[in-house]
């Protein structure tokens, strides 16, 4: 069936209940591939997501805004830390895009305090805390 953006959104077709969109899918990982007539084996990297932004942290590549804690900087990543936290969404959203900033101090603060912190907002764990 052929439909256009505009019919598929229509309420009375019932594909957007409540104005939002679920897509449900299934993925099948094949770890043999057949290249110009033979297989070979190509390796799936195991996805870990708590992982990759642990070692994210731990690299620290690219990042976009320093922040300066108790006499330390942690670079850091605007987008990680405003989607774990509605205060630094707050934060980003408003004071550093207006300032342009990308380097701040943050207050009142331990910086092995703010370290654990961070990690358990990239990871979703932590071990001191």
Do not use: W
């Amino acid at each position: 069936m052929d439909c256009n953006y505009n019919d598929f959104c229509k309420e009375e077709n019932g594909n957007l209940p409540y104005g939002t969109l679920t897509l449900f899918f299934e993925i099948t990982v094949v770890d043999i591939v057949k290249k110009r007539d033979q297989f070979c084996s190509v390796k799936v990297p195991e996805f870990c997501l708590n992982k990759d932004r642990e070692n994210v942290f731990e690299r620290r590549k690219f990042c976009d805004i320093t922040l300066l804690v108790g006499g330390r900087d942690f670079q850091i990543y605007k987008n990680i830390l405003s989607e774990r936290s509605n205060v630094f969404a707050a934060i980003f959203d408003n004071e550093y895009a207006k300032s342009k900033r990308n380097r701040s101090p943050i207050i009142n603060v331990d910086h092995d305090v703010f370290e654990e912190i961070l990690i358990f907002m990239y990871t979703g764990r932590t071990k001191k805390i």
